[in-house]
C-alpha cells in the first residue's frame, strides 16, 4: 500500500521560506513522477513542481524561480523548498506520486492516484 505523508508546512512572512518533506512508504515501481500541488477552498488544485526518477522536473510559471522540488539519495524523500514566499501562496499542500503521464500533463492533478493528506502553508504579509 503506498502512502505518502507531508510535513514542514505552517505560518511565515511575505519573503521568507519553508521546506516542505514528503515521505514516500511503499511504492515499489522504478519509474515515477512525484511532485507537489496545491489548492485553496473554491479555487482548482494546481499543478506547482514534479519530478521524475532520473530527475527531470518541471514547474508551474507561478513558482518558477522561487520554489525547487528535489529528492533525497534513496527517493524515499520528495521536498519542496519554497522563498520567497508571497501572500497568494498560502493554501493546503500535497505532495502525490504515480507512473509518469505523458510530459504535458505532468502538472495535471488528476493524472496522479496517490496523495498525501496535505500540509497548509500560510504567508503573511
Known amino acids: 500500500q503506498v502512502q505518502l505523508v507531508e510535513s514542514g508546512g505552517g505560518s511565515v512572512q511575505a519573503g521568507g521560506s519553508l521546506r516542505l518533506s514528503c515521505a514516500i512508504i511503499?511504492?515499489?515501481?522504478?519509474?515515477?513522477?512525484m511532485g507537489w500541488f496545491r489548492q485553496v477552498p473554491g479555487k482548482e488544485r494546481e499543478g506547482l513542481a514534479v519530478?521524475?526518477?532520473?530527475?527531470?522536473?518541471r514547474y508551474a510559471d507561478s513558482v518558477k524561480g522561487r520554489f525547487t522540488v528535489s529528492q533525497n539519495n534513496a527517493k524515499s524523500i520528495l521536498y519542496l523548498q519554497m522563498d520567497s514566499l508571497k501572500p497568494e501562496d498560502t493554501a493546503m499542500y500535497y505532495c502525490a506520486a504515480d507512473l509518469c503521464p505523458a510530459w504535458s500533463n505532468w502538472l495535471r492533478g488528476g493524472a496522479y492516484n496517490y496523495w498525501g493528506q496535505g500540509t497548509q502553508v500560510t504567508v503573511s504579509s
Open positions: 519530478t521524475n526518477d532520473d530527475g527531470s522536473t
Open positions: 511503499g511504492y515499489s515501481y522504478m519509474t515515477y513522477c
